[in-house]
DNA sequence: CTTAATCTTAAAGTAAACTTTAAGTTATAA
DNA sequence: TTATAACTTAAAGTTTACTTTAAGATTAAG
């Protein structure tokens, strides 16, 4: 089972100008042309784009995408650094797994926040609500007082 | 307590330049300056700042963000919109953090991939590891299978 | 056979979120 | 008092990851 750049724009959600794109900046060295010059795109295709939007997804820039690719196509004596590649990446998607955590704690804070002032008419009028208030002040005076200790001063 | 930009850069990581670049764009409408025209921050603006932070973390535009900002300015006629935009963040936030998820498993794989590599010496020789090869199944099969399900071929 | 898709190169344009430069003025801390 | 930090406006520059345009040539599908 092969598929045509438009084919495979459709499934991954691109464009094929971003396939092109790609291509040209050495991001799919494994895709082949045809006898008449078509990309030719396999199974095996698709799962390097997955990867390549894993890795986008997870902040890398093409640049280091690239350079990971250029591992992978020069062979075995690149094994560990690839290795420590994925290992640094998944320490980075550990901390952002966390501030996605952090974020979310703050977005619960305000929706519960909102549909308070909403069901008393006001914003002023939350404050009454020691619940609420307790609440902030667990999140927000804890990211503060992390912020301090941080700094040097 | 009351601090200076440089101050308020340095806890939050950003520049002073960043942080007057937000005042100009309106993201900062309750910064005040002091008689001799320095910004005074509060412990309130840094609440602010940490909710820019968070919304900007989770994807939304500076021009977003802004929206926000004049929406708490104009005061309690737009409770429900705020409501709604910090529920709209949540629902954003939940497919972030299951997205997230997924590229964990591509990344753990990856892992065990090139540790298998690394033990038996070259890349082509970790087919023999079944157990891998189900795995890789398991993660890149269900996400092509999910790719065919999206398209309408 | 015709229409839609693909190919090429090469260059210019876009959007976001800053960053830098310039160049002079004023304020605060040690 | 002196060095460091802050202020201003305004404009230009940077980076990333595309997107668009042009313009013709070729191919595939119905």
Known sequence: MTYS???????????THTLRYYDKEGLLPSVHKSSSGLRVFTEKDLEWLIIIECLKGCGMSLKDIKH??????QG?????????????????????MQQLK????KI??????YTEAAKR???????????????KERI???????LTEDDDN
Chains 1, 2 share one sequence.
Do not use: P, W
């Not at 750049?5 to 464009?15: D, E, M, P, R, S």
């Not at 619960?108 to 926040?113: E, L, N, R, S």
């Not at 927000?140 to 992390?146: A, L, R, S």
């Open 5 to 15: 750049i438009g084919q495979v724009a459709k499934k991954l959600g691109l464009t």
């Open 68 to 73: 990971y690719i250029d591992m992978c196509m």
């Open 76 to 96: 075995d004596e690149t094994i560990l650094e690839r290795l420590e590649m994925f290992k640094k990446q998944k320490e980075h998607l550990v901390l952002q």
């Open 121 to 135: 008419g006001s914003i002023d009028a939350v404050q009454y609500n020691k619940c609420l208030m307790k609440e």
């Open 102 to 105: 952090e974020y979310m704690e």
């Open 140 to 146: 927000f005076g804890q990211t503060i007082k992390n």
């Open 108 to 113: 619960d804070y305000k929706i519960a926040y």
